[in-house]
């Protein structure tokens, strides 16, 4: 999947915000790919964009999301709700609290997804469920596909999300903060869920975090986010190696791995811009530490350092 | 620490007030609101006006001229007795005006007391209160009205008092729920802290705090009270002949819908034109006391 | 907190209700300004005559014994004989009251129908013509009395247009305005409620992620978030139920049809006092009976209300 220039805004009371400004992104069959930066960047954004489900006061400007030869942004509504979502790509969310409805039991929650893309007999129908909700880890399946989400705990409906898209038989499937809601020795538990699925099976995930620890387990490339920008695309390997942006770079060092020091902890100075007045040129300029002249005027384009690796700040 | 204390309380009473302004700015914004007040406003100057606005008498019989077509002389017609139809409607604001007030004050009274007891004290008052509502709303208001008006003889003054009577509970059941809310804001924790009496806490917080939702709860509760009466006129146990009230007097055009449908059309007619008026009003304030339940 | 605990603690809240409302119907006549028995046979009655039925409704007695007396007849089946007709009120109510009940049920089909139907477009379509048009209908609807609407449709469909007979029960046709009558009235008390909660239920996360997983959108309104919307609009039929109640009583009056209702607005009048006291209770006691109705249908469409004992 190749996201070109893509740009989204959002009417509110206030005016127009631009969430989106240009993102450029490239997913590769096969990786787990993990999107990052701080809360209201537009990651989330990014990923209802491709999943075709942004909210009514949304308006896509500009782009391409190339899927498969195919532009997903030219495909009308009921294409992207008959070909692409589901059986082609899926989303979890954050919440899983809300995202189950509470008034069905998991079996038939999980059943709907199959019927749509698997013709098989009702007979196999529970197998097909038993298995979702196996391959997930679940345990005594059995009995709690016949539960109601009220009756399971955050985790085990983070997991039952994934069980019921995973059914769907998705090629990509973007997770959206998929832990934030979670406990700490429950987010242990749900990433080790995906690492198995990741050995096990052939899938792409979009992962969608502020939270580092949480890529560098999982993911085989990164793309960094700020402001509604990608500032960086590189992989896992250069992350922690070689990041070339500043921002890439603080982020980074504000992590308190286990073998830094408190005094080497950095922490980035000022907060995200507001998306409505957003600063003129390179967007991290006000809070970045190596200034040029030329920040504060033109954008900086993505730039191939080496590879795979790409990023956009006038230093490089 | 007790000087601190009052003047954030004083603080938070002045949040209070800038809210009503906003209040209202956002009611005047709404169009539909505004257009309602007009139309309340017309059939308060009608009912003000009605002796100036017609040369008849609304008692003013007339045996040769019964059931006249509309004509210059009489612009609706005439009615069973050969009365102006016109100035009977007209004279009937003031009916309808009397009587819609004194039912949502009456009820109001009966209603926001028992909420403010039960929503206070809670515990066993609360208990008896609100079981008292759910059986008082195991009857149709109109059919309950009906009977006990019936069985209290006509008149207008029973009529407010069996609507009344019956109609207390919702404003009882909203009050309740405000104070409920209002026992827990911060303004009323810290005005115990200071050392406030309970009385004193209920006269100076609790009562101006349930008021804008008593004045949201008159102008809602209205066009039940209009639409009550009137339908207990029509059916005959209400306002008597021969006072000119809007619902008898549909209910006397109705035996003669064939000769004069003009009768009961436009008796109708004057009663949507104020329930509407009132309806848009309590629509207007209601979005603009909790904007959040508008659109979106 | 199983099934059964939880219908059982709402049949319990119930008993005292079911008391309170026998009460209220037995305490009216005593609201009468002089003697009910005086009123009741007319100022020409005689002495003897008075005692007589003083002594039959055992007025005589003090009040608490004649409220159980009352109590123990009703239990029995026995309502009571009307004054006018000198029947006993049951069997008045009996040859009446299936008219009655076809007026409700047919205005209450008519009144949620059309105000989900209504309230859902509404709803999908918010800030468009057709939700205008949908809230300014409904405000139009509430702000005019039945007893005018009866008689405009009476006017225009069965004496201009002649569409329909104009009076008493002959058949379907029949039906229609009276059904329509109350169905306009009440609808509005439908679609506002349903265009409010849709739009609540439309913004859940779950309805986002039934569409991730792809389900048609049709289908997400129509099963999940149709599912979620049940439990208030039920709320909301049995809190209209009493005015749909007392809509067919005043459409009956209007269209002269001889159900329940033109039985309890003549007796009124008459001062029958033994059916208008028959006839509350039956009333009431329908509405507390479909409000239980309403709590336990609640716990079958919404699993969490089982569980947390029915907090509403």
Redesign the interface.
């Known amino acids: 999947m190749r996201i070109e220039d893509l740009q989204v805004a959002f009417s509110t009371e206030e005016g127009p915000v631009e969430a989106l400004d240009g993102v450029e992104l490239t997913i590769h069959q096969g990786t787990f790919h993990g999107l990052i930066g701080e809360t209201g960047c537009g990651k989330s954004v990014t990923g209802q964009t491709i999943m075709g489900l942004l909210d009514n006061n949304a308006r896509i400007k500009k782009g391409r999301i190339m899927y498969r030869e195919q532009d997903l942004l030219k495909l009308s509504s009921r294409q992207m709700e008959r070909q692409i979502r589901g059986n082609e790509i899926a989303m979890i969310f954050q919440d899983p609290g809300s995202s189950l409805n509470p008034l069905f039991t998991i079996k038939n929650q999980i059943e709907e997804a199959i019927k749509m893309y698997r013709p098989v007999p009702r007979e196999r129908r529970e197998g097909l469920i038993l298995e979702a909700l196996q391959q997930v880890k679940l345990p005594d399946a059995r009995n709690l596909m016949h539960r109601y989400p009220h009756q399971l705990s955050g985790g085990m409906k983070q997991r039952v999300m994934i069980a019921m898209m995973l059914a769907c038989n998705p090629r990509l499937l973007i997770a959206d903060e998929p832990t934030t809601a979670l406990d700490v020795s429950i987010q242990a538990q749900f990433i080790k869920v995906l690492k198995d699925l990741k050995d096990n099976l052939d899938l792409t995930i979009l992962y969608i975090t502020h939270d580092l620890a949480v890529i560098s387990e999982l993911c085989d490339y990164v793309s960094v986010m700020y402001a509604g920008r990608i500032v960086e695309n590189l992989s896992m390997y250069d992350l922690f190696r070689d990041p070339c942006h500043p921002y890439t770079e603080k982020l980074v060092n504000s992590v308190l791995g286990v073998s830094t020091r408190l005094d080497q902890l950095e922490e980035i100075p000022g907060s995200v811009p507001r998306l409505i007045n957003p600063p003129p040129g390179c967007r991290f300029h006000p809070r970045c530490s190596e200034v040029l002249p030329v920040c504060s005027q033109e954008v900086p384009l993505l730039k191939e350092v080496k590879g795979l690796h790409s990023v956009a700040c006038h230093r490089r | 620490m007790n000087q601190e204390l009052k003047q954030e309380i004083a603080e938070l009473k002045q949040q209070k007030t800038s809210q009503m302004y906003l209040t209202w700015v956002r009611f005047k914004r709404n169009r539909l609101s505004v257009i309602g007040l007009s139309f309340v406003l017309v059939v308060i100057f009608i009912a003000i006006f009605a002796p100036v606005l017609t040369p008849y008498h609304p008692y003013e019989t007339d045996p040769f001229n019964r059931l006249a077509s509309p004509s210059r002389e009489n612009p609706l017609g005439t009615d069973e007795l050969g009365r102006d139809l016109l100035t009977r409607l007209l004279y009937g604001s003031r009916i309808a005006l009397q009587v819609g007030i004194l039912i949502v004050l009456f009820e109001g009274f009966i209603g926001i007391s028992f909420g403010l007891l039960a929503g206070y004290f809670g515990g066993w008052v609360d208990e008896i209160i609100m079981r008292l509502v759910d059986i008082l709303r195991s009857f149709p208001v109109i059919i309950l009205a009906m009977a006990i008006a019936g069985i209290m003889g006509q008149g207008l003054f029973n009529v407010v008092l069996a609507i009344g009577l019956v109609g207390w509970t919702t404003y009882a059941r909203m009050v309740r729920g405000k104070i409920l809310s209002i026992k827990e804001a911060d303004y009323v924790e810290a005005a115990y802290a200071a050392g406030e009496s309970t009385v004193s806490v209920i006269l100076r917080y609790i009562l101006p705090n349930v008021l804008p939702t008593a004045i949201i709860m008159v102008c809602i509760m209205m066009p039940t009270a209009l639409i009550a009466s009137a339908t207990l006129s029509f059916l005959g146990v209400g306002v008597q002949p021969p006072l000119p009230c809007w619902g008898s007097i549909a209910a006397a055009g109705r035996d003669y819908i064939i000769r004069a449908p003009w009768i009961s059309t436009t008796a109708g007619f004057f009663i949507m034109f104020t329930v509407l008026g009132f309806n848009f009003i309590g629509d207007g304030l209601r979005d603009a006391f909790d904007p959040t339940s508008k659109r979106n | 907190m199983n099934k059964w605990g939880y219908v059982g603690k709402r049949l319990l809240k119930t008993i ?2 079911i008391i ?2 026998t ?2 119907t037995f305490l ?2 005593h ?3 002089g003697d ?1 028995v005086r009123i009741m046979l007319g100022p020409y009655a005689t002495p003897e005559t008075v005692a007589a039925l003083r002594a039959q409704y055992g007025l005589d007695q003090p009040l608490p014994l004649q409220y159980f007396s009352w109590l123990g007849n009703i239990a029995q089946g026995d309502l009571g004989t009307s004054i006018r007709y000198n029947r006993p009120v049951t069997e008045l109510v009996q040859a009446r009251i299936g008219i009655t009940l076809t007026l409700t049920l047919a205005g209450l089909v008519i009144s949620v129908t059309l105000g989900s139907i209504l309230g859902i477009l509404a709803a999908l379509k ?2 468009s013509w057709l939700d205008y048009l949908c809230t300014f209908q409904a ?2 609807w ?7 609407l009866a ?2 449709l ?2 225009i469909f069965g ?1 201009q247009l002649r569409w329909v007979p104009i009076a008493g029960l002959s058949g379907f046709a029949s039906v229609i305005l009276p059904a329509l009558t109350i169905g306009l009235q009440e609808e509005a008390w439908f679609a506002r409620p349903m265009r ?1 909660e849709m739009l609540g239920v439309l913004n ?3 309805i ?10 049709y289908r997400v309104v129509g099963k ?1 978030a149709l ?2 919307v049940m439990v208030p609009m039920i709320t909301m039929l049995a809190l209209r139920l ?2 749909v ?2 809509g067919s ?2 459409v009956e ?2 269209f002269a049809w001889g159900g329940m209702g033109s039985l ?2 003549n007796s ?2 008459a ?1 029958d ?1 033994p059916v ?1 006291q028959g006839i ?1 209770l039956i ?3 329908s ?2 009976l479909a ?1 239980l109705l309403a709590d336990l249908v609640y716990s079958l ?4 209300i089982r ?1 947390e004992g029915g907090k509403k």
Do not use: C, T
């Open positions: 005292p209700i309170g409302v009460l209220v009216i006549l609201l009468s300004p009910p918010q800030n405000m139009f509430i702000s005019i009395p039945g007893f005018w008689i405009l009476l006017y004496l409010a859940e996360g779950y986002k992620a039934a569409r991730a997983k792809g389900v048609r959108y999940h599912r979620n009493p005015w109640i007392a009583v005043v009056v209007v309890l607005v009124v009048l001062r006092y208008v509350l009333i009431a006691l509405v507390v409000n469409i919404d699993p969490r569980v």
